[in-house]
Structures are given as structure tokens and as C-alpha cells.
């Protein structure tokens, strides 16, 4: 059809070649150039223009959403105004609203990506070195958006190098702005400790940290946390 309104329930397939308004619902996938309402796939979703909501038990495609997408492994568009939820990934070249699943992938973000791991590429990133009482020598990588942020890290004793302390782990942050040249973090960090290779328990650290981040340069900045750890 070129358009349709206001129903199309299929087993297989619904094609619409123009414009859709109301519901397509399909056992496999559902196609159109643009739709007003809600397409519904056992399989995937594919469109140019969305108004509505997007539901696909594996995938949905966008040019152009403003609404839900809702899939059970991946979302893809190039530009979303509303939520994409997934359980593995969501992709999108300018994301306003919220992303949420295991990985969240977008080059403008003005909202919050949620998930285990979150690149933005006009985004939040940061390459952190650090010292505290525990480890002496850390290295942390923080990707994401300021107001969510996933926090990678490593760390290491550095006395006896060839059977090391050493920890890896992974943890969230968010950052708030106080000032032009300051923020304040709040931290959540799980390291796992490790002596040497041996990796055979669980024998970790949980580390709360609130810290102020200052400035020094547009790329360049020092911070100073207070931690509370617990084993």
C-alpha cells in the first residue's frame, strides 16, 4: 500500500510505501516510509519517519524517531527525541531524551545514556591518574555524559612487581558543575583485588568517593576526593 490508516495486522510482513497512521503489527517485520502510532514486530521494525512507538523482539530502524524504541537486542537511528530501550544496544548519531541497555552509542547526547558501558563521541571523557591509601598507582578512563558516567580502572602496589597487589574495576559517576572551572563528583567504585594471577574468588573492595574537580586548563585538571571503603 502507499498509505494506510488506521490498522494493518499481518503474519508475516506489512509494507506501507508512504505514510502509516495508527498501528502495524506483524509476526515478522513491518516496513514504511513513515508512521503516526505504534509498529509492532516479532523481528524488526524499519521506517524513515517515526511518531509513536517502536516495539521489535530483535531490532528497530529509524532515520528519524520522536517516541519509543523498544527492541530485545538492538535500536538503531540517526536521530531520536524520546527513549531507546534495549537489552544489548542502542546506536544513535544525536540523542535527546535516554538510552538504556548493556552499551549505548551516540556522537550528541543532550540527555542520559544508562548502561554498563556508554561512548559518546561529543561527549564526557576522561583519563584519570591517582593515588590513595590502598593502591598508590591507578589509572581510571571515565566515558559517558557528566550527569552519568562509566568509570574503568585499574590500580597497583608497585613493590614487588613480579607478584604484584593489583585490582581492576568497575564502577558510575555522576558530576555536577559548581563554577565555570569546578565540579563535584559522587562516585560508586567495585575493585576486584588480585595477587599476582591469582583470579579464582571474589575479593573485592566497594569505595564511595566524593571529590571537587578543578580545572588547571581546557584539557587539564586536579581533583581531591574523601572515600569510604568497605571490604
Request: glycine share 10%; proline share 2%.
Amino acid at each position: 500500500k502507499n498509505d494506510a490508516t488506521p490498522c494493518q495486522v499481518a503474519g508475516i510482513a506489512n509494507v506501507v510505501g508512504r505514510k502509516m497512521i495508527g498501528l502495524q503489527s506483524a509476526g515478522i517485520a513491518n516496513i514504511c516510509s513513515e508512521i503516526e502510532g505504534v509498529q509492532s514486530a516479532g523481528i524488526v521494525n524499519l521506517t524513515e519517519i517515526a511518531n509513536g512507538v517502536q516495539v521489535a523482539g530483535i531490532a528497530n530502524h529509524a532515520t528519524s524517531i520522536k517516541g519509543v524504541q523498544i527492541a530485545g537486542f538492538v535500536n538503531n537511528t540517526d536521530s531520536i527525541d524520546g527513549f531507546q530501550i534495549a537489552s544489548y544496544l542502542n546506536r544513535a548519531r544525536y540523542m535527546k531524551g535516554s538510552q538504556i541497555a548493556l552499551a549505548n552509542i551516540a556522537d550528541t547526547c543532550d540527555g542520559v545514556p544508562v548502561g554498563l558501558l556508554s561512548i559518546v563521541r561529543k561527549g564526557y571523557h576522561k583519563l584519570e591518574l591517582s593515588a590513595n591509601e590502598i593502591f598508590h598507582a591507578n589509572i581510571a578512563f571515565r566515558t559517558g555524559v557528566k550527569k552519568f558516567n562509566n568509570i574503568i580502572t585499574v590500580g597497583i602496589i608497585p613493590k614487588n612487581f613480579s607478584n604484584p597487589l593489583w585490582t581492576f574495576g568497575y564502577g558510575l559517576g555522576t558530576s555536577f558543575t559548581l563554577s565555570k572551572n569546578s565540579m563535584l563528583d559522587v562516585d560508586f567504585t567495585l575493585h576486584q583485588i588480585i595477587k599476582g594471577s591469582y583470579l579464582t574468588e571474589i575479593n573485592t573492595i566497594g569505595e564511595l568517593t566524593l571529590g571537587l574537580d578543578f580545572a588547571l586548563s581546557k584539557k587539564t585538571s586536579m581533583f581531591i576526593v574523601v572515600s569510604y571503603n568497605t571490604y
